[in-house]
């Protein structure tokens, strides 16, 4: 059975950064796409980044694009999400996520972490 787990939010100033770490267990011997998530008051659930399950493509929400990236961290199911210059509009829970086939950019994906919430003020 595979959990996702993330970690790594925080407050944050305008223009500041963080980075967020996923690891998905219960994976052994197989590769997953992975990618985040994030939702914000009043919002539905958005796409922000994911990373290919096997030839590592990385795609990127208009929003993440430019300030966002996503990497992968050591064993092959777990990433980073470096976030640059935070804005206002970033503040939310972020979720970390693992499918078979592939992550975003619709909000549909084989597991789910809790989310870890990033705030953003000045």
């Known amino acids: 059975q595979v959990q996702v787990e993330e970690s790594g939010g925080g407050l944050v100033q305008i223009g500041g950064s963080l980075r967020l770490s996923c690891t998905a267990s219960g994976t052994t011997g197989k590769v997953y796409g992975m990618g985040w998530f994030r939702q914000a008051p009043g919002k539905e659930r958005e796409f922000v980044a994911a990373?290919?399950?096997?030839?590592?493509?990385?795609r990127y929400s208009g929003a993440a694009e430019g300030r966002f990236t996503i990497s992968r961290a050591g064993a092959r199911n777990s990433v980073y999400l470096q976030m640059n210059n935070l804005q206002p509009e970033d503040t939310a829970v972020y979720y970390c996520?693992?499918?078979?086939?592939?992550?975003?950019?619709?909000?549909?994906?084989?597991?789910w972490g809790q989310g870890t919430q990033v705030t953003v003020s000045s």
């Open positions: 996520a693992a499918d078979r086939v592939r992550v975003g950019p619709v909000v549909r994906v084989d597991y």
């Open positions: 990373i290919g399950r096997s030839d590592d493509t990385t």
